[in-house]
């Protein structure tokens, strides 16, 4: 049974909308019901694959940031793979809520898609799942996840391959890619929502 949540989320022409306002209060409502759906509707399993693939490169000990946290279901992952140390950024207060429970150390409430109050090299790793994604955060936020993350720290994303080329994710990576800012590990479509049949980009990338 789709809940009401999700029933908004999937009506909001969110490839049109330019400002975070919508999507926001479509979260906030969507808090409740969001990880119900993630299992039962959507089948989404980005959160124990993102953290499986950052936990094959990096130490127990690391300071992670989890971009587009959500509920908080990548922290349950990292719990349970050993990981203390990490802390949350949302744009949506009662998705945040929610992962007060999670483990994270510490939760901010900002947007992505502008410049973040987060010193140049502040966390060892970066994991996102679920963040780029039809009108989520545009591309340019990925080069602030850079700026954010140690030299010799990590990148791992999902993008949904439904805006992989369309809001031109591809070309991005391949810039930053060419502005010598980080070296990609892996870069894979994916299962994503596997009740929706719909996959992702999987990158793990090393930041130089
Ligand atoms: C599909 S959910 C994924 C949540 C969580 N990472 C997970 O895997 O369950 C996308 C999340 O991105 C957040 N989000 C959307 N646009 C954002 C923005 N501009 N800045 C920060 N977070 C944003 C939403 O509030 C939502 O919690």
């Known amino acids: 049974m789709t809940g009401q949540g999700l029933d908004h989320y999937q009506k909001l022409d969110v490839d049109k909308q330019d400002n975070d306002d919508a999507l926001r209060a479509v979260y906030d409502e969507w808090a409740k019901e969001y990880d119900h759906d993630n299992d039962a509707t959507l089948g989404t399993i980005s959160q124990p694959k993102t953290v499986e693939i950052l936990s094959a490169v990096l130490e127990k000990h690391a300071k992670i940031l989890d971009a587009g946290c959500g509920t908080g279901l990548v922290g349950v992952e990292l719990a349970k793979r050993g990981y203390a140390a990490f802390d949350g950024v949302d744009l ?4 945040l809520r929610y992962a007060k429970t999670r483990g994270y150390t510490k939760l901010f ?3 992505l898609n ?10 060892d790793a ?7 994604t039809h009108g989520h955060v545009k591309t340019h936020a990925i080069r602030e996840l850079i700026r954010i993350t140690k030299s010799g ?10 805006v992989y080329r369309s809001q031109a994710f591809d ?13 990609i590990e892996k870069l894979e479509k994916e299962a994503y929502m596997t009740k929706e049949q719909v996959q992702a980009y999987y990158c793990l990338a090393q930041v130089r």
Request: hydrophobic share 35%.
């Open 92 to 95: 949506s207060a009662e998705m």
């Open 114 to 123: 502008d410049p973040l109050p987060i010193s140049d090299g502040a966390y």
């Open 153 to 162: 720290g990590y990148l791992c994303f999902t993008i949904n391959e439904g």
């Open 109 to 111: 409430q900002y947007s």
């Open 171 to 183: 070309k991005e990576i391949q810039s930053i890619t060419d502005d010598k800012l980080w070296d």
């Open 126 to 132: 970066i994991i996102s799942a679920g963040l780029f």
